[in-house]
Structure formats: structure tokens, C-alpha cells
């Protein structure tokens, strides 16, 4: 379950991950995207993942094309977990062109706050 949480920073989505993401996740989560920054404003996310069992294959399709029609308006992306994976995922994501990534563990919560607002 992807689930959006207060964040600190206007310009950061802040999201939680628990669990198996879902199409309709990421359709609510896209719908915060367009009404908070149209289709033009850049915007962070801040994202911590607790657990995640993967995602339905509704959901992955539906990720790629959020990121697609949305990767220019990205800007940081931190990604918070203990999982060892993902921290090599987010480091791989680090070289798409105009989106800067950085992986926290969840003892650096308030470390990838601040890395994402400077």
C-alpha cells in the first residue's frame, strides 16, 4: 500500500510504502501530482518503504506512466529504507537525466529531509 503522508517541504510528495503498491495507489497519487503542480511545477519525493512485496502488474504499468509523463517535472527523489536492494535501485535511478536520487536508511529520516530540501 502506497499511503501519502504530511510532508515538510511544499514541493515534496511525501509517501509511505507498506506493503504490495496498487494501481489505484498510484492513480490517487498521480491525481495529488496534477492538482498540486499541473503539468509543468517541479516537485521532490520523499519516500519511505517499510516493507514492499512488490507491485500488481496494473500498478507497475500505471508507474511507468506516471513517470513518464511526469520525469521532467522531477526533481530529488529520497528514497528511505533498510532494504538492501533498493538502495542499489535508487543509486541506478540516480543516472536518469535530471532527477537526483539519494537512498537513507530509516535511522537518517530527518538526514533525507534535509537532502531534500537544500
Not at 498510484?26 to 520523499?46: R, T, W
Request: proline share 2%.
Amino acid at each position: 500500500m502506497l499511503t501519502l503522508v504530511p510532508s515538510k517541504d511544499f514541493h515534496t510528495i511525501a509517501v509511505e510504502v507498506n506493503g504490495k503498491v496498487k494501481k489505484e495507489d498510484l492513480e490517487k497519487l498521480d491525481k495529488v501530482i496534477q492538482e498540486k503542480f499541473e503539468e509543468d511545477g517541479k516537485f521532490n519525493v520523499y519516500a519511505v518503504v517499510y516493507d514492499f512485496d512488490g507491485a500488481a502488474f496494473k500498478a507497475v504499468a500505471e508507474e511507468v506512466k506516471i513517470d513518464v509523463k511526469r520525469w521532467s517535472q522531477y526533481g530529488k527523489m529520497a528514497v528511505v529504507s533498510d532494504n538492501k536492494w533498493l538502495k542499489g535501485l535508487t543509486e541506478a535511478s540516480g543516472y536518469l537525466p535530471g532527477v537526483k536520487t539519494e537512498h537513507f536508511t530509516l535511522t537518517e529520516m530527518e538526514k533525507a529531509w534535509e537532502w531534500i530540501q537544500a
